[in-house]
């Protein structure tokens, strides 16, 4: 199977400020960056893991989707901050009906905005996307060159080819275009050719798997940011990782451009101690803007920092 797109509109470039997690974060030593503005832009972030962790255990299709989601619904990953490191997240963006899931994902990556501000990329939008898929779930993604014109370090190219990765092999999974068994790799050309130098720090070409340690430890799957909703009961979901098997949860109302906290609580994880799990919890909310926060406070002793915290807010009407 083959499809391509063609350039749609031009991504804005954003900021940031500060899904399920599967390993540890400990130890990677990675370092936070967001992307700066202008063709001078760069970015500080270490240089690439050397060695790619089993993605065998995250396949996409082990992650809940969004309840909101319909065939018209495009999984993609985006880099956000997270503790002083830049980790992935998954958003469900609008997108064709028919056509390409795989393509029409890549290029919603280059070409969109996340909802969520608190994430980003580094892709420019592509002309160009077609992809097809061989036995083994090996997805090959052609793109065009004009998506690599960033200039950012080694260490965020690699984040930004990851991103691709895990964005194609969701897409797949969510689209039931791949197969049980093997776990999804992806096989990236440029313009058609093997062998491009991505970002001008990663040789493209062969498989690649999801490095699992970029996962982000803590994910707010439902609500996505910037939803509206009519119902005074709000449902939050998600996936976590604990030591105690057990996340804090804040509902900040939105009052001007202050926060005035709401209400709080803790959500257990259905797993056990360290192991990753899913939550959810429903609150009563009276009509207004609210910012739901979901975070590891076991382990934010010093000034009561918020480990791992993922953030959206919500519209009540």
Not at 133 to 154: L, M, Q, R
Not at 275 to 287: C, Y
């Amino acid at each position: 199977m083959e499809w391509s797109l063609q350039r749609g509109t031009r991504r804005r470039w954003g900021r940031t400020l500060a899904v399920t997690a599967f390993l540890s974060l400990a130890g990677l030593g990675l370092v936070g960056c967001t992307p700066l503005d202008g063709d001078g832009g760069a970015t500080s972030l270490p240089e690439q893991p050397s060695i790619l962790t089993d993605p065998s255990s995250v396949a996409d299709s082990a992650v809940p989707p969004a309840t909101t989601t319909g065939s018209n619904q495009l999984p993609v990953y985006w880099l956000g901050e997270n503790n002083g490191s830049s980790l992935l997240y998954r958003e469900f963006l609008k997108g064709e009906k028919g056509g390409d899931p795989i393509a029409a994902a890549v290029k919603a990556m280059t070409t969109n905005e996340a909802l969520d501000p608190d994430y980003f990329g580094s892709w420019s939008p592509a002309d160009t996307v077609s992809t097809s898929i061989s036995p083994g779930n090996i997805i090959t993604v052609d793109i065009s060159a004009d998506a690599f014109s960033a200039k950012i370090d080694e260490g965020s190219a690699y984040r930004a080819v990851q991103q691709l990765v895990y964005t194609a092999t969701a897409a797949a999974a969510n689209a039931g275009l791949v197969s049980g068994g093997d776990p999804s790799s992806v096989v990236v050309l440029v313009d058609g050719v093997a062998g491009f130098n991505a970002f001008g720090h990663i040789e493209l070409g062969s498989q690649l798997q999801r490095d699992t340690r970029l996962m982000a430890p803590i994910w707010i799957i439902e609500p996505q940011h910037g939803e509206t909703t009519d119902q005074s009961t709000l449902s939050v979901s998600g996936s976590g990782l604990a030591e105690n098997s057990v996340l804090s949860w804040r509902i900040d109302e939105v009052v001007g451009d202050q926060l005035e906290t709401y209400r709080s609580g803790t959500v257990g994880l259905d797993s056990g101690p360290g192991s990753p799990g899913l939550f959810e919890f429903t609150i009563a909310l009276l009509p207004g803007e609210y910012e739901v926060s979901v975070f590891d406070a076991a382990q934010g002793t010093q000034d009561g920092q918020e480990i791992g915290a993922d953030t959206k807010r919500v519209v009540i009407q």
